[in-house]
């Protein structure tokens, strides 16, 4: 599997930014499409992820200010982020996590950062 994601950029803080991610090969209904983001300094870290079925969890720091989405049919994972902050600025990584076989897939990361 391999993943690209789109959409990072400069915002200020309270607007808003779409971060799309395309993953190329065979995913199956049971891999865990996510976002993560690793911040100067800071570790990586959960933002939000989705199974198959539509179920999310988010951190508790974005929790109703992004959603996360998914469509199945073209294997995309879409992340709406709004009411950006200073910091939620932060490289951002698409995943996809198949528990089954404990493989972990990253994208390339893509660099978002909000101004005050």
């Known amino acids: 599997v391999q993943l690209q994601a789109f959409g990072g950029g400069l915002v200020q803080a309270g607007g808003s930014l779409r971060l799309s991610c395309a993953a190329s090969?065979?995913?199956?209904?049971?891999?865990?499409m996510g976002w993560y983001r690793q911040a100067p300094g800071n570790g990586r870290e959960l933002v939000a992820v989705?199974?198959?079925?539509?179920?999310?969890t988010y951190a508790g720091s974005v929790k109703d200010r992004f959603t996360i989405s998914r469509d199945n049919t073209k294997n995309i994972v879409y992340l709406q982020m709004n009411s950006l902050k200073p910091e939620d600025t932060a490289v951002y990584y698409c995943?996809?996590?198949?528990?089954?076989?404990?493989?972990?897939?990253w994208g390339q990361g893509t660099q978002v950062t909000v101004s005050s």
């Open positions: 995943n996809v996590h198949r528990y089954v076989a404990a493989q972990e897939f």
């Open positions: 090969g065979r995913l199956y209904s049971y891999d865990i």
């Open positions: 989705i199974t198959t079925g539509g179920r999310t």
